[in-house]
DNA sequence: TTAATGACCTATC
DNA sequence: CGATAGGCCATTA
């Protein structure tokens, strides 16, 4: 579909260090309301290590809770090797690292 | 085609 | 601040 299409290359193109909010993902990939389809995109995820899922999180920072790939600490983990800053919440800096288009 | 599901977001109490 | 309800869209059965 062209639909994931476009998620899947937004969030490829995540840069290293930054995360993304799934609604500006979805916002980015044609349409804010599909912040719940990236989810399911992500979800399906049919090109795993293609897609870097961790970089993208809530628009709070806080990360999937309902379904990570593989555990909240992983997920936190990769993007501390990263680069990517935590708050003492266990919620990333989203205030510091926020993807910003580049164009 | 309809109904149900989902890794969300916003508003209200 | 925590919990609940509703709305949004695409995918699947």
Known sequence: MNSYEKIYD?????P???VATYGQVAALAGNVHW?????????????????????VVMKDGSLSTAFAF???????????GEGVPFLPDGKVDVAGCRWKIDF
């Open 10 to 14: 937004v969030v490829t193109r995540i």
């Open 16 to 18: 290293r260090g930054c």
């Open 35 to 55: 912040a719940r389809v990236v989810g399911y995109a992500l979800h399906v995820n049919p090109k795993p290590g293609v897609i870097p899922c961790h970089r």
């Open 70 to 80: 593989g555990g909240e600490n992983v997920q936190r983990a990769l993007l501390e």
